[in-house]
């Protein structure tokens, strides 16, 4: 029978606890080191993202480009609200009638939808409307007398100012197809100095 020296003994003890040291050192650096990767990361990331912006939180206006069987015009929505929101794509644009009826006619989307516009309160937002003019009365015209918007899915629409429209004002809008650019950012108002 041989006897353990207290050395090999030593050495067998030292062996076994060297892997579960290792773990442990990997373990406390991975909690503990933590925090300060946790601190640097919320650093990065402080802002908090804009809402979505809804369509009480707007005011538009629909300003008459020229006139021709093609008529034009921009769509601009304010942000009216206390904060800032964003809003990305298209707004939902219909003709509507004195009751606050919806035109139907052919209607469609153009152009690519951009990145999120964040709108600060008073930033504005516009699209370009384009549609074929048509006389009441004839096949396939619908008639209105101001153009509604809606921004967010859950509203029912609210009505946009008319400016240089005058058929908004006389015999009313007559439309047999509506094209609704992509919403882009507008140039910020000029500030007096």
């Known amino acids: 029978m041989t006897r353990n020296s207290p050395r090999s003994i030593a050495l067998r003890t030292f062996m ?5 040291l290792l773990v442990t ?8 080191g933590g925090g300060a990767t ?3 990361a919320g650093a990065v990331d402080t802002a908090v993202p804009s809402p979505d912006c809804l369509t009480d939180d707007l005011a538009g206006t629909v300003t008459g ?14 942000n009216t609200a206390g904060d800032a929101c964003r809003i990305q794509g298209w707004a939902d644009v219909a003709l509507v009638t004195p009751p606050g009826e919806i035109v139907k006619v052919p209607t469609r989307k153009v152009g690519e939808a951009g990145p999120a516009i964040v709108l600060q309160p008073g930033d504005s937002a516009r699209s370009i409307l384009q549609w074929d003019s ?4 004839g096949r396939g015209c619908g008639v209105g007398v101001a153009w509604q ?14 400016v240089d429209l005058p058929e908004a004002d006389g015999r009313g809008i007559g439309v047999t197809a509506l ?3 992509s919403l882009q950012a507008a140039a910020p108002a000029p500030t007096d100095s």
């Open 16 to 20: 076994a606890l060297t892997p579960a």
């Open 25 to 32: 050192s990997v373990a406390v650096a991975l909690v503990g």
């Open 38 to 40: 946790e601190a640097a």
């Open 65 to 78: 480009q020229g006139r021709s069987p093609v008529r034009e015009a921009v769509l601009t929505l304010t």
């Open 134 to 137: 048509c006389t009441a009365g």
């Open 149 to 162: 918007f809606i921004a967010d899915p859950h509203s029912t629409g609210v009505a946009a100012d008319s």
């Open 179 to 181: 094209r609704i650019g």
